[in-house]
């Protein structure tokens, strides 16, 4: 069954609008968890828009499931990650404009960076993914540099229009995600999945975890983030 990995950014999203010091995201993590998230995520940002670096401090100090610190490869958030000692990174793409993550990481295009960035988490006994779109030649690379987790963009499937679009989109993230199985990787996906979009992306068999933020926390505002976790979590399983 696949485990369920918490994005709390928008908690912090939500604190950033008037400045102050709530909603907190280590009360939002800890709720995540009563209501059985197997993760929380967290993505210090280089323009620190919603968690900032006492968040993360917290979180480390305070979660009881595993941390994953998403992250860019900027060297600044490297060394804060190093010190902090997450149990995994999630390495992604960063731009400053961008809404949210909007495409994969290349590996193939940062391969020597990210092999020493790789060595450096693992002396630390940090597990070490990269968010990246459904290709292949990024999977190659990736087991190349001695990465052995990924977490699959299901981004394009999620904005999808159409049925035709959905399935082809669908298909590009399973056919990928049972080639890495095939290769002994751990295969993770995530971005823009939600209660209607998530059930066919957690049949895929022997996928690992899901990462999920913007519509756990969305649907909070309604029911309150206990069940809107327990839901999730109940539509995966
Ligand atoms: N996984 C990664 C690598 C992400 O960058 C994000 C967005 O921060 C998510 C998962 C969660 O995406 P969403 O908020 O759309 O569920």
Redesign the pocket.
Known sequence: MPKLGV?I?HVATLRQARGGREPEPIEAALICEKAGCDSI?A?LREDRRHINDGDIVELRKRINTRFNL?MSINPEIVDIALKLGPDQV?L?PEKRQEL??EGGLSVVKFEKKLAKITALFNEKGIDVSV?IGPDKNEIHSAIYIGIRTI?IHTGEYSLAKDKKSTNREFKKIKDSAEYAMSKDMIVNA????NYTNVKRIANIKGINEL?????IISRAVFIGLRKAVQDMKALIQ
Request: glycine share 16%; charged share 15%.
């Open positions: 994005n950014d995520v993505h998403e999630t992604v949210t993550t968010f977490e995530g971005h823009g999945l990462n999920i933020g913007h519509s």
